[in-house]
């Protein structure tokens, strides 16, 4: 079974692109971005050539000894078995592990700019960050992120996909549509959006094998954390990572180092938040004193909430047994609601250029996420249920009396007096039920 993913039109743009640069994919481990570039390849490439980094350590030789790339292209065919051309995609996989590879990429750029060159790897992110020899300028980043719900969607009923994609954002969704579509938002809380686990679903059917599928991804995240950072941070970086199920379990999400070790302290554990980031596990939202714009420039640097990257490992390393599946909607409020916070956060992340942040006013009220939509600043409120009621976000609009307001929940898709109420399965479409909004006000 093959995942479409929305990725793909990027990296054919990048493929057909007049002034190409080579490509680096980021993002965590299992995500999809091997597959991504052997699917471009197989698709988009007369041929794809590619070598792993972590498999075979041995082709650091062809990068130390060399700056010449037609030298390094003539070893590579050898290896490759076939004669490498423009038309041929490079594939550099784990190239954290050969940093003299990363760095010939300025060469490929300056000296071969048509040939078609692309890398992945894990905890890309903490390599670049330390690598100060790297080639600023003569590469191309993209992001790739754990599968969408509606990705999911996608391969789990096309038809559906189909009609959500196609409908109307003036309309109510009728419930024989709504329905179905509710339960299999459920299905994607048990498994997240990493290919292998939604795989073991989808295709596999086996709850047995998708929870060995998360923990085997688990186990292998634990033992990177050992695998670059400072070794005195090692201890610190498992500490956050055990302590996010109860960071996200408490009614106020705001990060308290108090929950990672008694008497920690915000320094002592400052990088090793900072790695997680880099790594691609954890997304970090800052508290807003001021929702104005830029966003970033009312940024309270001492409050912050950390979400996992993944809703299926957070429900995973939560303890969340799949069968809550079962009941109506207790998957979305159970654990006061954190999984579908979570999920709403990984949704906004990938949609919106800049991170959401989130607001509070003393004990006044909070508004889970704030985002900035162009030039607008807009209020978003996650709701776990059909329970909508939110002093907070009626708070908010009275002080600001902003343009628009988001309601996140499980029910129906709904404008009313600034306030667009929008289904949790189509948090994805939010972006585009704003441009329809701001071009038709809702009339």
Known sequence: MYIQRDAEESLIRWKNSSNRKPLILKGARQVGKTSLLKWLGANHFSDFAYFNFDEKPE???????????????NNLSIIHRNAIYENTLIIFDEVQECIPALNSLK???????????????????????KEASFPVGKVTFAEIYPLSFMEFLRAADD????????HSLLENIPDIFFNPVRDLLKQFFITGGLPEA?????????IEHLSTTLKDITVSYKLDFSK?????????????????????????KKFIYQLIKSGARAREYEDAIKWLEQAGLVYKVNRCNEPR????????????????????????????????????????????GALTENYILQSLRRNFDVIPRYWTSQNEAEVDFILQYKNKIIPAEVKSDENVRSKSLAFYNERFNPDIRIRY?????????????????????TKKILDQHFQNDFN
């Open 59 to 73: 082709l650091r030789q062809f990068f130390e000894d060399t700056k010449d790339i037609s030298r390094i292209i």
């Open 107 to 129: 060469y490929f750029n300056e000296n071969l700019p048509g040939q078609a060159i692309a890398c992945a790897g894990s905890l890309l992110g903490i390599t670049l960050g």
């Open 159 to 166: 038809r559906l996909f189909d009609y959500l994609m196609n």
């Open 198 to 206: 939604v795989l073991a679903l989808l295709e596999q059917k086996d």
């Open 228 to 252: 670059h950072p400072v070794m005195k941070d090692v201890a610190k970086i498992t500490h956050i990572w055990d302590s996010l199920p109860s960071q996200l379990g408490r009614e106020n």
């Open 293 to 336: 714009l830029p966003l970033a420039a009312y940024d309270d640097l001492h409050s912050f909430k950390l979400y996992l990257f993944d809703v299926g490992i957070l429900r995973h390393v939560s303890g969340l047994d799949p069968i809550a599946f079962a009941d109506k909607n207790r998957l979305f409020t159970e654990f006061k």
């Open 409 to 429: 929940s499980m029910k129906n898709l709904s404008y009313d007096n600034n306030l667009i109420n929008i289904p949790l399965f189509m948090a994805d479409m």
